[in-house]
C-alpha cells in the first residue's frame, strides 16, 4: 500500500514564525504535491516538484517556498507564518506518466496560525 | 482559464440515490475523477473516466460525462451513512507531471 505521511496532524504557530511542513512518501514516486484546503475553495494547488531539486509554481505560492532534496520527502515552508496561512495543508504523490496514476494524499495537517 | 465548479452540501435519506455535479474548463482533460474525503483524512480515490467515455459504472457508482457540456457527475445508489463526506471532483492536465484541478467540494450529509 502507498503510504504518504505528514509530519504533524495538528500545529499552532505565532505569526512571524517560520514553519516546515514534512511530506514522506514510501513508494518512489517522481511526482509530489502540496494543497491547501479551505471550506469553499476546495483544494488549491501550492507547489509541485516532479524530480529531486525540481520543482514548480502551483496557482498560490506566495508565501510559501518549497524543498526535494530527496525523492522521498517534499517539505513546504512558510517563511514568516501570517494568520491568513491558517489552512489544512495536504501533501500528495503520484507517479509521472500518461496512465490513470492516481494521486495519493496523506492525512493532513491543519496549522493555526495566532 | 481552469476552473471547476460543484455544488457545496447534498443532503440526502438513507437509501435514496445521491447525485453530484460537477462542470469544468478544459475541453483537454485526458481523465475526470472523483475523490473522497472522510471526516480527518486525506482524499482517496473513489473512481475515475477517461475523455473518450460517456458512462462507467463500478458497483453502486455510476459517472456520467457530458463532454460537450463539460458536465461530469456521480450517482451513489442506495446511499448509506458511511457515504457522508466529502467529494471532489478534478480534471487532469499536463502530460507526465499528472497536474489535478480540484473543485470546491461537495459535503454529502446521509440522514438515517
Known amino acids: 500500500d502507498v503510504k504518504v505521511t505528514q509530519s504533524s496532524r495538528y500545529l499552532v504557530k505565532r505569526t512571524g514564525e517560520k514553519v516546515f511542513l514534512e511530506c514522506v512518501q514510501d513508494?518512489?514516486?517522481?511526482?509530489m504535491f502540496w494543497y491547501r484546503q479551505d471550506p469553499g475553495l476546495g483544494l488549491r494547488l501550492i507547489y509541485f516538484?516532479?524530480?529531486?531539486?525540481?520543482?514548480e509554481k502551483g496557482d498560490i505560492p506566495e508565501g510559501y517556498s518549497v524543498s526535494r532534496e530527496k525523492k522521498e520527502r517534499f517539505s513546504l515552508i512558510l517563511e514568516s507564518a501570517s494568520t491568513n496561512q491558517t489552512s489544512m495543508y495536504l501533501c500528495?504523490?503520484?507517479?509521472?506518466?500518461?496512465?490513470?496514476?492516481?494521486?495519493?494524499f496523506g492525512p493532513g495537517t491543519r496549522l493555526t496560525v495566532t | 482559464g481552469e476552473d471547476v465548479e460543484q455544488s457545496l452540501f447534498l443532503s440526502v435519506r438513507e437509501g435514496d440515490s445521491s447525485v453530484i455535479n460537477c462542470t469544468y474548463t478544459?475541453?483537454?482533460?485526458?481523465?475526470l475523477y472523483w475523490y473522497k474525503q472522510e471526516p480527518g483524512a486525506g482524499l482517496q480515490l473513489l473512481t475515475y473516466?477517461?475523455?473518450?467515455?460517456d458512462m462507467k459504472q463500478d458497483q453502486r457508482l455510476t459517472v456520467l460525462l457530458n463532454k460537450k457540456d463539460k458536465h461530469l457527475s456521480l450517482r451513489i445508489a442506495d446511499t448509506q451513512t458511511g457515504d457522508s463526506a466529502i467529494y471532489f471532483c478534478?480534471?487532469?492536465?499536463?502530460?507526465?507531471?499528472?497536474?489535478?484541478?480540484f473543485g470546491t467540494g461537495t459535503l454529502l450529509a446521509v440522514q438515517p
Open positions: 513508494m518512489d514516486h517522481e511526482n
Open positions: 516538484s516532479y524530480d529531486v531539486k525540481m520543482k
Open positions: 500528495a504523490s503520484s507517479p509521472s506518466g500518461t496512465g490513470i496514476y492516481e494521486q495519493y
Open positions: 473516466i477517461f475523455s473518450n467515455m
Open positions: 478544459d475541453s483537454s482533460s485526458t481523465y
Open positions: 478534478a480534471e487532469r492536465i499536463g502530460g507526465a507531471t499528472n497536474k489535478l484541478i
